[in-house]
């Protein structure tokens, strides 16, 4: 099959598309013909092996096999079963998470697999899972609900043009935070106010918020927490910075230890890849009430555009890279 590789940590030109063996299903996971892979950061840190902190899972000279291929959304159909997989058929329409979905074929374990929800196309299913996922267990963690003010920081990108979408339909107002030139595709999403942040501060509301859930940019956490209502939480998602070794992590982390010690919840989230919490997303998505934002596709063959794109934080969306449009 053709896959996208790379053997070395670096920038887009480390990548290559390049024909290797057809990965085998073992035991609890299936093949599937990839119809398209979502891009997201995380595919930029594993290209790039930031913050160097997480080469220690990654690779520490360069990636282990397991992430040689870049990509873990995925959404294709099933061409083969592994040992004792039952409930699952060949030809049975799903997505998922894999290790390495920029390819022509991806294993993915039945974990992280899901029935692609009806009316979905593979392309917009491509750019659901990691995204998606973890605006769904953020906001359900923090108990996002009706009446609730939620104000969302980087809501023009892939987790915060869901995050956005979830807080709405599960009955709270949102206030999204972006740059000017996304301001039309947040307030398209839903949000019912919108902060440029060129223009204006996360306090240009003048209100406190019962949930603020942090996705962009690298604000202090004392500066959230001032936005934030008495007993509010603050859930904060990741930031990027420039840092060599935990990249922003320490940010997070410090939110997290801060916590115990102030009434506010202070929240360090790490999303994870589960196939029931996308089968708690199927009625939203079918319904059209939460919707895949696809700013682009590209071809497998120009992978690397697409994650240079994200990389540059160009992104409006989603970015997905098409492999089979029929699958």
Do not use: N
């Amino acid at each position: 099959m053709r896959a996208v590789v790379q053997d070395e940590y670096g920038g887009p030109e480390r990548l290559r598309l390049t024909e290797v063996p057809d990965p085998v299903a073992g035991s609890g996971e299936v093949l599937v013909r990839v119809g398209a892979a979502g891009i997201d950061r995380g595919t930029v840190h594993v290209m790039t092996g930031t913050p160097r902190a997480a080469r220690l899972a990654l690779g520490v000279r360069r990636p282990r096999a397991a992430y040689r291929t870049p990509g873990r959304d995925v959404a294709g159909t099933v061409v083969a079963l592994g040992p004792d997989v039952t409930g699952w058929v060949v030809g049975d329409r799903v997505y998922g998470t894999a290790d390495g979905s920029c390819a022509e074929l991806a294993v993915i374990p039945l974990k992280r697999l899901a029935r692609r929800p009806e009316g979905l196309g593979v392309e917009a299913a491509a750019a659901v899972p990691v995204s998606a996922l973890t605006a769904h267990q953020a906001l359900r963690g923090a108990g996002v609900g009706p009446g609730q003010r939620v104000l969302v920081v980087g809501a023009s990108g892939g987790v915060g043009s869901f995050a956005v979408q979830l807080a709405v339909a599960a009955g709270a107002t949102v206030t999204g935070v972006s740059s000017a030139a996304k301001a039309d595709l947040v307030r398209a999403l839903g949000a019912a106010h919108v902060v440029e942040h060129e223009h204006a501060d996360i306090d240009a509301e003048g209100v406190r918020y019962d949930v603020v859930l942090d996705i962009g940019g690298h604000r202090p956490v004392r500066r959230l927490r001032r936005v934030l209502a008495p007993r509010g939480t603050l859930v904060v998602v990741g930031s990027e910075t420039e840092g060599r070794w935990l990249g922003g992590l320490q940010r997070s982390m410090g939110a997290a230890l801060l916590s115990p010690f102030v009434r506010q919840r202070l929240v360090m989230h790490v999303a994870k890849e589960r196939g029931a919490d996308l089968d708690q997303l199927r009625p939203l998505l079918e319904s059209g009430a939460v919707r895949p934002h696809v700013e682009r596709t590209w071809p497998l063959a120009e992978a690397a555009a697409a994650i240079a794109h994200v990389a540059g934080g160009r992104a409006r969306g989603k970015v997905v890279v098409s492999v089979d449009p029929d699958a």
